[in-house]
């Protein structure tokens, strides 16, 4: 069964830095598309950022210049590194991505299980 696996949330203070991973069985085709999204309680989730198949990555205004979006094409994995932590960071962060799980098959997204990141003094 495919599945994205996260890790990497945890607690931090203002100023610190974490780095997610998202990553994919070994064994699929490729990954295409992929983003991060959070969700803080009360509020809906939102999209924080992607990168496409191409590579080209976008970021919401309020992580512009802190958060990078990254992937390692070999190891199945998408990576948010997150920099600069704010309070407001705080959220549950879910990876999302576009998967080909053999050459021949049709596109599929999945979302990995959620991973808290708290950022706090």
Known sequence: ?????????GLVQPGGSLRLSCAASLNIFNIYGAGWYRQAP???????ASIT?????????????????SRDNAKKT????????????????????????????????????GTQVTVSS
């Open 1 to 9: 069964q495919v599945q994205l696996v996260e890790s990497g949330g």
């Open 42 to 48: 009360g509020k809906q989730r939102e999209l924080v």
């Open 53 to 69: 198949n191409g590579g080209s990555t976008n970021y919401a205004d309020s992580v512009k210049g802190r958060f990078t979006i």
């Open 78 to 113: 998408v990576y948010l590194q997150m920099s600069s932590l704010k309070p407001e960071d705080t959220a549950v962060y879910y990876c999302n991505a576009n998967l080909r799980t053999q050459s021949w098959s049709t596109i599929d997204n999945y979302w990995g299980q």
